[in-house]
């Protein structure tokens, strides 16, 4: 039902500017069976080196219900996990896993509640918005396998990044058609375009400035597994979005993901653990 209404809404606030949404948005996490497993993946991408990306955590969740979701997430200091709101939202704890090249196989897990997340106070999970989410977590010792990744500076709020090539990874399936999650972590180089490319797919209420827009091509994506996973520059060791959304047609049909564009929270990121790029 969620699906509809959101597309519901885009359509009546697209109309009038003569644009109406091409497909429906949703959090990878929330994908249907039919169109992918709840665990997720990047798509058609290329397996990880080892410590390749040692700021990428591996997020199981779970529930006093005893249900459960996997989503990715980054290392931002010794104390703090960057991840999506919506993979936050409804657990009652989270098992962090950390150097995992190989998923099964990480170099340090932790375990921590609830209590240790900080989600946006304003994350709407029907017009997909604010969907940033901070764990706090026992502290860690870096390593060549596990370490932070940087906060894009105050000075590229206003960027649009456009034109630039940045890496996605995370860990799950590798097609529409897996019937089980990968054994490694994978990654994949996407182009970041205008938002007007995610507008043009979703409509103006989802694609907002506060999102990065990635097109996607030759199958190649992030899904389900992959939510609130790092979106970092190629050029540059920022982190600029978190696997926020794509298409409900499923994750290799080619259209444009969008991300949670992580210059529009620093303030918020600041207020909540001091953390400055």
């Not at 989270?94 to 304003?122: C, M, W």
């Not at 999650?181 to 490319?197: C, G, M, R």
Request: glycine share 8%; aromatic share 8%.
């Amino acid at each position: 039902m969620k699906v509809f209404v959101v597309l519901a809404l885009c359509a009546i606030a697209s109309a009038s500017a003569g644009v109406l949404p091409k497909t429906t948005p949703i959090h990878p996490k929330d994908r249907p069976a039919n169109v992918g497993s709840i665990e997720g993946r990047i798509t058609n991408g290329q397996s990880a080196d080892d410590g390749q990306f040692p700021y990428q955590v591996a997020l199981s969740f779970f529930t006093t219900s005893g249900s459960g979701w996997f989503c990715g997430g980054s290392v931002l200091s010794e104390t703090w996990v960057l991840t999506a709101a919506h993979c936050t939202s409804g657990a009652s704890g989270v098992t962090i896993s950390y150097g995992a090249t190989i998923r099964a196989q990480p170099k340090l897990t932790q375990t921590v509640t609830s209590d240790n997340f900080e989600q946006h106070e304003s994350y709407n999970s029907l017009l997909l918005r604010n969907d940033i989410s901070l764990i706090k977590t026992p502290a860690i010792a870096y390593t060549t396998h596990i370490n932070k990744i940087a906060l894009p500076a105050v000075s590229n709020t206003y960027s649009t990044y456009a034109g630039k090539s940045a890496i996605a990874s995370g860990y799950g399936l590798e097609s529409d058609s897996s019937s089980s999650v990968a054994s490694k972590l994978n990654w994949v180089t996407l182009q970041i375009v205008t938002k007007d490319t995610c507008v043009s797919a979703y409509g103006s209420l989802v694609a907002t400035d506060n999102i990065v827009c990635v097109q996607t091509t030759n199958s190649q994506s992030t899904c389900s597994g992959d939510s609130g996973g790092p979106l970092v520059l190629s050029d540059e060791p920022i982190i600029v979005g978190l696997t926020s959304f794509g298409s409900s047609a499923g994750c290799e049909k080619n259209y444009p993901v969008g991300f949670t564009r992580v210059t529009s929270y620093l303030d918020w990121i600041v207020a909540k653990t001091g953390i400055k790029a």
